[in-house]
């Protein structure tokens, strides 16, 4: 994984922050933590490079951890249709619903390079009872 230096404010404090971290090849994200040395504050980062020229990497930030959170969501909304499946199981025969199977974001690299970055989704278990 390519590795980026990089340099950003505190939201809070406004403090300096330098980190190093290896950055996943789009579509793969990897997540990271920044912590703030002066106030402590946690800044939740999505991070992926650009496929094609590997020297450019995109980030997002907020203070939620967004894939977490993404992923949290997408969970419930499985166990509750596996739920509305489950209970309506005598009834209907075939019970489809589709589960969206990643969150993407299409991102533009400085390179010109169009491409997506992905977050996995929990998917609904197949029922062959
Ligand atoms: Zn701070
Ligand atoms: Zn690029």
């Not at 950003?8 to 920044?34: F, L, W």
């Not at 419930?76 to 075939?94: D, F, H, M, T, W």
């Not at 993407?104 to 029922?127: K, R, Y």
Request: glycine share 4%.
């Amino acid at each position: 994984m390519p590795e980026f230096s990089f340099r950003q404010y505190c939201s809070v404090c406004g403090n300096k922050i330098h980190h190093t971290i290896d950055v996943a090849i789009a579509p793969e994200m990897t997540r990271s933590e920044v912590i703030c040395e002066k106030c402590q504050d946690h800044t939740n980062m999505l991070l992926t490079t650009c496929p094609e020229c590997k020297e450019a990497f995109q980030y997002f930030i907020s203070d939620l951890d967004f894939a977490e959170e993404v992923q949290r969501l997408s969970g419930a909304y499985v166990r509750l249709i596996s739920g509305i499946r489950n209970s309506l199981k005598e009834v209907i025969e075939e019970f489809k619903v589709p589960v969206p199977k990643k969150w993407s974001v299409g991102l533009s690299c400085t390179c010109g390079n169009e491409f997506t970055a992905e977050i996995p989704l929990p998917q609904l278990e197949e029922n062959n009872e």
